[in-house]
């Protein structure tokens, strides 16, 4: 392996690995949120907000959100099209190779397809990386040397043994160094962190990390271009450290907060339920709920997957002739 990214493995970097995995290891299914639609929901919308958001997208989360659910929304074309254009990208995390640079070019189109010209291809001409007065930050690699740099990274990520978080924050820093394609650097370079991070821990396909870059945005710019022009990235790979850290903390609040809600209704569930045969019907109405949805999404279900629910006929378990009882 003859590229090697620079950078230091300090003792602030170790320490904030452990405590991310501590608190990644401290909740009962964390791994798992397929029981918990509304936080998969949540952290994926505010994602694709966040992250738009960064590159100047003045969609709200309430339109955003609006999106998602199919509906139309009154705003700039381009932006709804920006929208659009991610949740299509962020729907295709679980089915990439993030260690593929055919993957990345294959999300990349659909990211910024009807955006750029040169969209899902390297670009073929020379860019410079501005601030807001226009001055001039950085000036990428050119278009001939683009294809030897990314698979030089790509190589380095795959056969890299860093930590991944480690590893994928430096990814993230060395992509936005090269400036690969001609636009949409940034919304990708976020996404194809979240991307690798995946394959250590699923999980992360649902912590909205780019919110905290996006509290933190003139911090982000200032430790990219520092990471890019010094002699080593490691002040971005710690404040990426950080904002995952403090990513998961929320994700992880609001996890056990989640359970604890659905804990209660377990509980009341269980306070209703005899040990002889009752039917929906007779629990909702013990319960004084209206909703079937409610009753089996949030009362049954739970106490169900938990083992404490017993049905009259197990093999059938939406007859209308079902019954439960306690166990």
């Given at each position: 392996m003859g590229y090697i990214p620079p950078f230091s493995i300090t003792v602030e970097m170790l320490d904030l690995i452990s405590e991310i995995s501590e608190m990644l290891g401290s909740i009962k299914g964390v791994e798992n949120l397929e029981k918990f639609p509304r936080l998969r929901r949540i952290g994926r919308i505010k994602t694709i907000h966040s992250s738009l958001a960064i590159e100047n997208n003045t969609l709200s989360i309430g339109q955003v959100t609006d999106i998602v659910d199919g509906k139309r929304i009154?705003?700039?074309?381009?932006?709804?099209?920006?929208?659009?254009?991610?949740?299509?990208?962020?729907?295709?995390?679980?089915?990439?190779?993030?260690f593929d640079m055919n993957d990345l070019l294959h999300v990349h189109k659909i990211l910024m397809e009807g955006l750029v010209e040169e969209n899902g291809r390297l670009r073929t001409v020379d860019v410079g990386v501005y601030n807001s007065d226009g001055k001039k930050l950085l000036t990428p690699p050119g278009p001939t040397m683009l294809p030897g740099y990314m698979n030089d990274l790509f190589e380095w990520l795959r056969a890299s043994d860093v930590h991944i978080l480690i590893r994928s924050s430096i990814f993230h820093t060395e992509f936005e160094r090269i400036h690969p394609f001609r636009d949409g650097n940034g919304r990708i370079g976020r996404l194809w962190q979240t991307a690798v991070l995946m394959k250590w821990k699923p999980i992360f396909a649902w912590?909205?990390?780019?919110?905290?870059?996006?509290e933190r945005q003139t911090e982000y710019y200032n430790t990219l271009m520092e990471s890019q022009k010094g002699s080593n990235v490691n002040i971005f790979i710690v404040f990426m450290l950080e904002a995952i850290r403090d990513a998961v903390k929320a994700i992880v609040s609001d996890t056990q907060a989640h359970i604890d809600h659905i804990d209660t209704r377990v509980r009341q569930l269980m306070a209703v339920l005899e040990t002889y045969p009752q039917s929906a019907?007779?629990?909702?109405?013990?319960?004084?709920?209206?909703?079937?949805?409610?009753?089996?999404?949030?009362?049954?279900?739970?106490?169900m997957e938990a083992g404490l629910v017993m049905l009259t006929e197990p093999n059938k378990p939406t007859s209308k002739n079902q019954r439960y009882f306690k166990r």
């Open positions: 009154l705003g700039p074309p381009d932006e709804i099209f920006e929208v659009k254009n991610a949740i299509a990208a962020y729907n295709e995390l679980e089915k990439i190779n993030p912590i909205p990390v780019e919110s905290i870059i996006r019907a007779e629990l909702m109405e013990r319960l004084n709920l209206k909703s079937r949805d409610t009753f089996r999404n949030n009362y049954l279900r739970p106490a």
